[in-house]
C-alpha cells in the first residue's frame, strides 16, 4: 500500500513538472537579451539582403519602395528565424507584436512631428505679454514679439464654456434617454445624432448665421459662436456618452431596483458615477472636436482685434480666427504670431485634457486614487 502511494505520488510529480516545463517552454511574449539580438540581426540581414536587389539584382529606385522591401523582408526573415528557434505559435506572436508596434510608431511619428513643429515655430515670438495684451496697438510692421493674443484665448473659453454648457446637459439627457429609458422615438432621435455627427462644421456656421444672426438680428457675437459649436458637440458627446453607459453591468442596475430605488434614482446615484471616467472623456472629445474649428466661427464669431469679454454683444475673437487672420498675411512677423496663436491653443487643449483626467481619475465617492488606501 506504501509502495502504490509512493509510486502514485512520483508519477504526479513527474506529470506537474512535465506539465510546468511544457508551460514554461510556451511564453511566446517574455523577451530576452537574445530576442533582442534577433531582432537587429534580422533587420541588419533584411536591410542588406534588400540594398543587394535595389543595388544589384534590379534596377529599382526610390526611397519609400527600398523601406517597403525591406520592412517586408524583414517580417518574413524575422518569422522564419523565431519559428526555428521556438516554434510556430512563438513566430506568429512576435510577427503581431513587431507589426503593431510598427503600426503604434507610425501614428506616433507624425503626431510628434506636428507638435514639434508647432513648438519650434510658435516658442520663438512667445513671451508672457503675449497673455496679457492684445492686436489693438500692433500693425503688419510690428515686430513678432508685440502685443498678444489675450482676447483670443478669453474668446476660445469664453466659446467653449457657453457650448459645454448647453451640449453637456443636452447629450447626457439624451444618452441617458436613449440607453435607459427608452421608446418608440429611441431610434429616430439616434438617426438624427448620427446625422448629426456627419453635419460639416461650415453647415453648423451657416444654420446658425442664417438662424441667429440673420433672421434673429442678433449679430455676430461669442453666443452665436458657441451655438455653432454646440451642433458640433452634441453629437460627439451624446454618440460617447452611451457607449459609456452600455458598458455599466446591468447587475447594479437591477440591484438598484431590487432595493426599491425608481429608474431615475438609479440612474443618476448608480449608472452615473459608476461612468463618470467615460463620461469625462466624453466631454473631452466633445471639446476637442470644437475647439480648433474655425469654419463656423467665420460667419458667427467674426473676429476682433480687441479685447470682448461680453460674448453676447460685438463680435469676438478666438484663438483658431486668431491663426487664420494672420496666416494670410505675408509678414513673417505676422506669420510668426499665427503660430504663437497655435502653440497656445494646443497647450490650452493639453490643459483641458489633463484637468479632465484628474477629474475623471476620482472614484465615485469622490477621492483621488492617490488617497485610496487597503484596510
Known amino acids: 500500500m506504501t509502495l502504490r502511494t509512493l509510486d502514485v505520488r512520483a508519477s504526479t510529480a513527474t506529470t506537474l513538472s512535465a506539465s510546468s516545463k511544457e508551460e514554461i517552454a510556451v511564453r511566446p511574449r517574455t523577451l530576452k537579451r537574445s530576442d533582442v539580438g534577433e531582432l537587429a540581426g534580422t533587420a541588419l540581414s533584411a536591410l542588406c ?13 526610390g526611397g519609400l519602395g527600398f523601406v ?22 512563438a513566430a506568429s506572436d512576435r510577427l503581431a507584436a513587431v507589426v503593431i508596434t510598427t503600426v503604434g510608431v507610425g501614428l506616433l511619428v507624425p503626431l510628434l512631428l506636428v507638435v514639434g513643429y508647432t513648438v519650434f515655430r ?14 489693438a496697438t500692433v500693425g503688419p510692421l510690428s ?30 439627457a439624451t444618452a441617458l434617454y436613449l440607453n435607459e429609458v427608452g421608446g418608440r422615438l429611441a431610434r429616430p432621435v ?8 456627419a453635419i ?11 438662424l441667429v444672426v440673420l ?3 442678433l449679430g455676430q457675437s461669442g453666443f452665436a459662436a458657441s451655438l455653432a459649436l454646440v451642433v458640433l458637440m452634441l453629437p460627439t458627446v451624446t454618440r460617447t456618452t452611451e457607449v459609456v453607459l452600455r458598458l455599466v453591468p446591468g447587475s447594479l442596475r437591477e440591484a438598484s431596483l431590487a432595493l426599491g430605488a425608481s429608474e431615475w434614482r438609479t440612474a443618476m446615484r448608480v449608472v452615473l458615477p459608476t461612468a463618470r471616467t467615460g463620461l469625462v472623456t466624453a466631454v473631452i472629445l466633445g471639446i476637442a472636436r470644437a475647439v480648433g474649428e474655425t469654419a463656423p466661427l467665420l460667419l458667427t464669431a467674426g473676429g476682433s482685434a480687441r479685447m470682448h469679454l461680453n460674448p453676447f454683444s ?21 506669420i510668426d504670431r499665427a503660430w504663437t496663436g497655435a502653440l497656445v491653443l494646443l497647450a490650452v487643449v493639453l490643459v483641458l485634457f489633463v484637468a479632465a483626467r484628474v477629474i475623471g481619475s476620482r472614484g465615485p465617492g469622490g477621492g483621488g486614487r492617490l488617497r485610496r488606501r487597503p484596510r
Request: no cysteine; proline share 7%; glycine share 10%.
Open 200 to 210: 460639416p462644421s461650415i453647415v453648423a456656421g451657416l444654420f446658425v448665421y442664417a
Open 215 to 217: 433672421s434673429l438680428g
Open 49 to 61: 539582403l534588400t540594398w543587394l536587389i535595389y543595388t544589384r539584382l534590379t534596377p529599382l529606385q
Open 143 to 172: 515686430g513678432p514679439t508685440e502685443g498678444g493674443g489675450a482676447h483670443a484665448i478669453v474668446g476660445t473659453l469664453e466659446q467653449v464654456g457657453l457650448a459645454m454648457l448647453v451640449s453637456v446637459p443636452l447629450g447626457l
Open 122 to 135: 510658435g516658442y520663438s515670438a512667445l513671451r508672457p505679454v503675449f497673455f496679457t495684451r492684445t492686436q
Open 68 to 89: 517597403l522591401v525591406w520592412y517586408l523582408a524583414f517580417l518574413a526573415s524575422y518569422w522564419l528565424v523565431v519559428r526555428d528557434q521556438r516554434g510556430r505559435m
Open 314 to 334: 460685438g463680435s469676438q475673437d478666438a484663438l483658431p480666427l486668431f491663426v487664420y487672420r494672420l496666416v494670410q498675411f505675408p509678414q513673417p512677423a505676422q
Open 190 to 197: 439616434r438617426l438624427i445624432v448620427d446625422a448629426m455627427s
